[in-house]
């Protein structure tokens, strides 16, 4: 699969509650959580930020709580991945359960904000189109592979019963 | 083989004869843990995948605890999603407002984990059960409904860090202290996917409510779990229960990736200041720090022991002018004990107030939200920009002492010097 789009950069140790306030957890959809990504520490961020878009950050990405309202706000707001230093433990499981495409890279700094990013995940290989560089990262390992083919942890589980 | 207790717990939910750190493993959990706010996706997702009964209706807690009482009329729905799923699936272990209290101190108390269990929940606190030796960790809300499909979760087994702490404990230092020295030490990614194993013998002569506060925490270091071997303390707090508990140690051999070991003697109160939990001072060094809340309570510090704590500091005394003090107890047996004992009494003459067991503020939930450039000081576990109201807010975080020494003078203040 490959991702197209703007990026828009964040710090170190993004948490939870910066990606979606508690005061929303009333809701589960991700269009609606969407409305709030990102509020407390950009306020205006649902309001720039176009479909296919893609998050830059530093290490620790998504730190703090088990809210799976987070991935999936971040997925509403119509953003298509997440780059990051490192990703907290729970954070990159909920990802990886629901289908939010993410990357660890080290390369994190070169990118800057605005700029123009392609990245084929299965290769995971990041290209970035305004410096005209290419960034390598490590696929996932081969187990979470086969869930994120199958489309998310209940489709891998769904059809592991069928087998 | 040469195990940690974390190594050998998860070995144990396998089939596996020998694990690794970094081995992709499917285990079999003993207690899957929801709240109001995680489970309803837990419960959509199950349903939508097509599933009809759940793998064991006896290994699903369900707490509604974060915005309950219902804080609005969508907080009830989906608390009633809770209880309509509780009900259809005839899991016993679903407490209503009445019963529930804080699930990290609930479910202790009324014996649902045991050391040597593997416990998943959809909160992040959830590693709390550390404490106990069990081996206890935050997933998210689909990993919650795979579980509560085929009674499995997959899990990277994680290296473990060893933190030995010595020395002697100074009067007014506790578990919430140690814990938040640690973070402060290495940082909130400090312990990023790994499992911290809490030892030595200072943690040896800590109470049990003291060992939940720090395992509590395991999370804002980055852990997978926070885990403390079983000993003669936690034997005998589960001699209460009669369920058979399986006790598991580390060989002396274990392997850790790291160990960290430090003297205790002589540290002071720690207190976090803002937005991270690792930005740790003493207390000493927090001079002007003017409050316009405290909150004394959450899973970190909201058992019988912290507020006994806090009303020996407040007992014949009366809070600063203009603050407000909030006081919840854990539970509704912590409350009634609480009431029983007399310091329900003093916290409301001190000029606080008594609320009923909740998540309540601690995530900015109710009662008790910040305002724009509002400061409050709070036994809980984060504090975030946001974490408990306004993004214009800031929370710093403290031991129970502290809070009811500074709820007295209005300004974070040692307990000796309120």
């Not at chain 2, 996706?41 to 064991?56: H, L, P, Q, R, S």
């Not at chain 2, 009324?110 to 590693?127: E, F, M, N, R």
């Not at chain 2, 704590?309 to 539970?331: E, Q």
Request: hydrophobic fraction near 40%; charged fraction near 25%; aromatic fraction near 8%.
């Amino acid at each position: 699969m490959i991702l197209k789009g703007k990026v828009h950069k964040f710090g170190d140790d993004v948490n939870t509650d910066d990606i979606i306030a508690a005061k929303y957890l009333v809701s589960t959809d991700a269009k609606e959580l969407g409305k709030h990504c990102m509020e407390s520490i950009s306020p205006d961020f649902s309001g720039k930020v176009a479909a296919g878009d893609i998050i830059v950050a530093g290490k620790n990405f998504g730190c703090g709580s088990s809210r799976e309202h987070a991935p999936l706000a971040i997925k509403g707001c119509g953003v298509s991945a997440v780059l990051a230093k490192s990703f907290a433990a729970i954070f990159f499981r909920n990802a990886i359960n629901i289908g939010l495409p993410f990357l660890e890279t080290s390369d994190v700094e070169k990118i800057k904000e605005g700029d123009l990013l392609e990245i084929d995940l299965s290769g995971g290989i990041i290209k970035n189109l305004s410096q005209n560089s290419v960034y390598k990262t490590q696929s996932f390992p081969g187990f979470l592979q086969e869930i994120v083919e199958k489309g998310g942890l209940m489709k891998w589980v769904a059809a592991k019963k069928e087998r | 083989m040469a195990y940690t207790i974390a190594e050998k717990i998860l070995l144990a939910h396998t089939d596996k004869k020998d694990i690794r750190p970094g081995e992709f493993i499917e285990a079999d959990v003993d207690v899957a843990l929801g709240n109001d706010i995680t489970a309803p996706i837990a419960i959509e997702e199950f349903k939508k995948a097509g599933f009809k009964k759940v793998f064991d209706n006896k290994k699903i807690v369900l707490v509604p605890d974060h915005f309950a009482p219902a804080k609005d009329s969508r907080s009830a729905n989906q608390c009633k999603i809770l209880a309509d799923f509780a009900k259809e699936q005839n899991i016993m272990n679903y407490f209503e407002v009445g019963c529930m209290g804080i699930e990290h101190v609930l479910l202790p108390e009324l014996g649902l984990v045991l050391p040597g269990d593997l416990v998943i929940g959809a909160d992040s606190h959830t590693c709390t059960y550390g404490a106990l030796g069990a081996y206890s960790t935050g997933i998210g809300s689909t990993d919650l409904a795979r579980a509560y499909a085929d009674g499995k979760c997959w899990l990277k087994v994680p290296a473990s860090i060893k933190f030995i702490y010595k020395g002697k404990l100074d009067k007014w230092v506790g578990g919430k202290d140690l814990i938040l020295f640690t973070i402060g030490k290495i940082g909130v990614d400090g312990a990023l996917y790994k499992v911290m194993e809490f030892s030595g013998p200072v943690i040896r002569k800590l109470g049990m409510d003291d060992r939940f506060a720090m395992s509590n925490m395991a999370i804002e270091a980055g852990g997978r779990a926070g885990l403390i071997e079983p000993d003669e303390i936690t034997k005998k707090y589960m001699a209460q229960f009669k369920r058979k508990p399986k006790y598991y140690t580390s060989d002396h051999d274990a392997r850790y990736e790291k160990i960290y070991e430090w003297d205790v003697t002589g540290l002071e109160p720690q207190v976090a200041c803002p937005h991270l939990p690792s930005n740790v001072k003493p207390v000493s060094q927090l001079k002007d720090i003017k409050l316009d809340q405290v909150v004394i309570g959450s899973c970190t510090n909201g058992r019988i022991s912290d507020l006994r704590i806090a009303a020996r500091i407040l007992k014949g005394r009366k809070i600063k002018s203009g603050l407000k003090l909030i006081v919840i107890p854990a539970t509704q047996k912590i409350y009634l004990e609480c009431v029983k004992e007399g310091l329900a009494e003093i916290f409301v003459k001190a000029g606080g107030v008594f609320e009923t067991p909740s998540c309540g503020p601690c995530l900015g939930g109710h009662m008790g939200i910040l305002t724009d450039a509002e400061t409050a000081l709070a036994t809980t576990n984060r504090n975030f920009i946001g974490r408990m109201g306004s993004p214009k807010s800031f929370v710093y975080l403290s031991n129970p002492a502290v809070a009811a020494a500074s709820a007295i003078t209005g300004r974070i203040t040692h307990p000796e010097k309120a």
